[in-house]
Every structure is written in structure tokens, then in C-alpha cells.
């Protein structure tokens, strides 16, 4: 059974950071890519990272990229992903999920809230 585990969201200022943490169980971690993807209130999910299983390759929403920066640390079986220069449209219900594009979701996300 999958169990993905999201952590680190909160609320933030316009322009903050945050980092978000996923600790993941129930299968090989290494062996998998991850990625992240959000739900902002009223709307569907919507894609915002990828890592490939050994962490060399990822891939970006345009809407996050120079902003956002997921990574990996398989010894820990756990995702990140740092959040810089955050900005109000960036508020959403924040989950990681196995393998690329959301494709398995297995936690209850973790919340992150910009606003002044």
C-alpha cells in the first residue's frame, strides 16, 4: 500500500518560502520517479513537478520554474519540494505523488497559503 505522507505547508507572505516534505512507504522509492501537483480551492488538480527515481532529471510546471525546486533523498525515501518567491496564486493543497504527473496519490497534502 502506497503511503505518502506531505508536510511543511503553512501560511506565508507574498515574495516567502516554504518547503515542503513528503515521506513515502509501502513500496521501493528509489525505484520510482515523483512528482507534485496542487489543488487550489474551486479547481482541479493541476501538475507542478517531476523527478526522475535517481533524482538526475527534473521537469517543471512553467508557472513554478526558476521558482520552485523538487529533489529527493532515497536513503530517507523521502520528496521535497522548495518553494521560493511565493506568490497568492500559488495557494493550494500541495501532494506528492508516485511516479510522473500525479500519477499515484496516497496522502492527505499539505496545505500552503500565500497572503499578506
Known amino acids: 500500500q502506497v503511503l505518502l505522507v506531505e508536510s511543511g505547508g503553512g501560511l506565508v507572505q507574498p515574495g516567502g518560502s516554504l518547503r515542503l516534505s513528503c515521506a513515502a512507504s509501502?513500496?521501493?522509492?528509489?525505484?520510482?520517479?515523483m512528482s507534485w501537483v496542487r489543488q487550489a480551492p474551486g479547481k482541479g488538480l493541476e501538475w507542478v513537478s517531476d523527478i526522475s527515481s535517481a533524482g538526475g532529471r527534473t521537469y517543471y510546471a512553467d508557472f513554478v520554474k526558476g521558482r520552485f525546486t523538487i529533489s529527493r533523498d532515497n536513503a530517507k525515501s523521502t520528496l521535497y519540494l522548495q518553494m521560493n518567491s511565493l506568490k497568492p496564486e500559488d495557494t493550494a493543497l500541495y501532494y506528492c505523488a508516485k511516479g510522473p504527473r500525479g500519477a499515484v496519490r496516497g496522502g492527505q497534502g499539505t496545505q500552503v497559503t500565500v497572503s499578506s
Open positions: 509501502g513500496f521501493t522509492f528509489s525505484m520510482y520517479s
